[in-house]
């Protein structure tokens, strides 16, 4: 047997925690099975890169789709509440509408309030580019939540029971004050924003399941308020005469929007951006090529490139030995 420098216990198992780092399994001793905080970071800048050159037919039909999976939302909570006295038990299926829209790759509003903002605080997307991501899911979440609506309203769908269910569940939004909505929908967008982190994190389909179920299971227990689904309501309302479009867009839509936003970006996304470290930006530097934008591009449009973290390429987590 030639002679050869055989590594100690200590060097094999460093080097093991070392190879998992990397995304690849160890064989060994060691395996990591979760990921740290840049690399889940970086997983949701390539996933937004995708998201965010997707293009304006694309995205809205996707969120099409999105906004009437949360028409299932509305139908099923409805259809609890009415045959049961319990909240919690009438609560339960509230988050299938979500299930489908994030297991299913479709695209929610209160959503993107994390990927794409993750582009523009690494300068990689403009404003303008991130507002017109926005504005186009929005439209098409919007359009599909309407449609869904048509639907439960004018079909039978609804038994008279589950109907009247359903309008005494709607009006308690329209009911409720500006500032309470506000509030309340920041911590639905703390939410929403935080199981995409959250999601990004998971490596399986079950873990990532039970994740969205238990998170969006906050939403009706809490009495909180989802944009779509807030949206969805209203427009029930309105085609059975029930609420005035006008006035509900201003005073129940609007503050739930605007609270849903505020809490993804500014709850969410800041303090996830923030406590990652520079190490985010060592793709965006290893083959000299300047990804960024400069200031001008960054505020007033345009995108340079791709995202620095290749989708088929593992971020680097240390130096190479060789």
């Given amino acids: 047997?030639?002679?050869?420098?055989?590594?100690?216990?200590?060097?094999?198992?460093?080097?093991?925690?070392?190879?998992?780092?990397?995304?690849?399994?160890?064989?060994?001793?060691?395996?990591r099975d979760r990921f740290e905080t840049d690399e889940v970071f970086q997983r949701i800048i390539?996933?937004?890169?995708?998201?965010?050159?997707?293009?304006?037919r694309e995205l809205f039909f996707s969120a099409l789709a999105g906004g009437f999976a949360i028409t299932l939302t509305f139908l099923i909570y409805s259809s609890m509440t009415a045959k049961s006295d319990s909240p919690v038990i009438a609560a339960m299926l509230y988050p299938i509408g979500f299930i489908y829209i994030i297991?299913?790759?479709?695209?929610?509003?209160?959503?993107?309030?994390?990927?794409?903002?993750?582009?523009?605080?690494?300068?990689?997307?403009?404003?303008?580019?991130?507002?017109?991501?926005?504005?186009?899911?929005?439209?098409?979440?919007?359009?599909?939540?309407?449609?869904?609506?048509l639907i439960l309203a004018y079909t039978g769908v609804f038994s008279p029971e589950v109907a009247a269910t359903a309008i005494d569940i709607s009006r308690k939004g329209i009911e409720t004050g500006f500032w309470d909505l506000?509030?309340?929908?920041?911590?639905?967008?703390?939410?929403?924003?935080g199981v995409v982190w959250l999601d990004f994190a998971a490596r399986d389909t079950i873990s990532r399941f039970f994740l969205v179920y238990i998170a969006f299971l906050m939403i009706p227990l809490a009495d909180l308020f989802h944009v779509v689904v807030s949206f969805t309501e209203l427009?029930?309302?309105?085609?059975?005469?029930?609420?005035?479009?006008?006035?509900?867009?201003v005073s129940f839509v609007l503050p739930v929007f605007l609270g849903n936003t505020i809490g993804g970006v500014v709850l969410v996304t800041v303090v996830n951006y923030f406590q990652t470290t520079e190490?985010?930006?060592?793709?965006?530097?290893?083959?000299?090529?300047?990804?960024?934008?400069?200031?001008?591009?960054?505020?007033?449009?345009?995108r340079v490139g791709r995202t620095y973290v290749p989708a088929d390429k593992p971020a680097k987590r240390r130096d190479d030995d060789d």
């Fill in 1 to 31: 047997m030639d002679d050869e420098e055989v590594p100690s216990g200590e060097e094999s198992v460093r080097e093991a925690v070392e190879r998992s780092r990397s995304g690849a399994p160890a064989v060994g001793e060691v395996v």
């Fill in 46 to 56: 390539v996933a937004a890169d995708e998201e965010i050159d997707t293009g304006t």
């Fill in 103 to 149: 297991l299913g790759g479709y695209q929610l509003y209160t959503e993107n309030t994390l990927p794409p903002v993750a582009l523009v605080l690494e300068r990689l997307a403009s404003f303008p580019t991130l507002i017109r991501t926005w504005a186009v899911v929005a439209v098409g979440n919007f359009a599909g939540g309407a449609f869904g609506a």
């Fill in 182 to 193: 506000f509030f309340k929908a920041g911590f639905a967008g703390l939410i929403v924003a």
């Fill in 235 to 249: 427009m029930y309302l309105f085609y059975l005469g029930e609420a005035a479009l006008l006035s509900g867009l």
């Fill in 279 to 302: 190490r985010r930006l060592e793709s965006a530097r290893e083959d000299g090529v300047e990804r960024q934008l400069s200031i001008r591009e960054w505020v007033g449009g345009g």
